[in-house]
């Protein structure tokens, strides 16, 4: 199932949230040992939010963060500001608050394509009557 570009950034950072503990292997050891003073500026950058608690990541949410820093610069602009402040949300929520994100992530990511697929067109809905609101709002005080 194809998922609309508007989503793939809150996926991607979502999908972060998923990664599972899994036995180390020897590229999570080395993302385990990456300190924050080891990345470079680009990453630094668009992994900010998460300076504070970088060097106490797990090696497999680094590993995957660094994979997402990867493909950042590829994004439009737009999805660039999204992820960062999808990026800045997370790095505000409580251990708890995450762990309800990964079980809501991984409720969504096993329901059946039907489901999923009026699960996303009532998401657009609600998003588009959202974008309808501001503009009348902005119209308004206008």
Do not use: C
Request: charged letters at 25%; proline letters at 6%.
């Amino acid at each position: 199932m194809s998922i609309a570009p508007k989503y793939a950034v809150m996926l991607t950072v979502l999908s972060f949230a998923m990664t599972a503990a899994v036995p180390i292997s020897a590229v999570e050891l080395a993302a385990e040992r990456l300190t924050w003073e080891h990345l470079s500026d680009p990453q630094r950058k668009i992994l900010a939010p998460l300076e504070n608690e970088w060097n106490q990541l797990p090696g497999h949410e680094r590993q995957h963060l660094l994979g997402t820093a990867q493909w950042y610069p590829k994004l439009t602009r737009r999805q660039q500001q999204r992820y960062s402040s999808r990026l800045l949300e997370w790095s505000k929520l409580s251990l708890e608050q995450r762990n309800l994100v990964r079980k809501r992530y991984h409720e969504l990511d096993t329901l059946p394509p039907t489901q999923r697929l009026a699960l996303e067109r009532r998401w657009q809905q609600r998003e588009a009557a959202k974008e309808v609101q501001r503009e009348q709002q902005q119209s308004e005080s206008r």
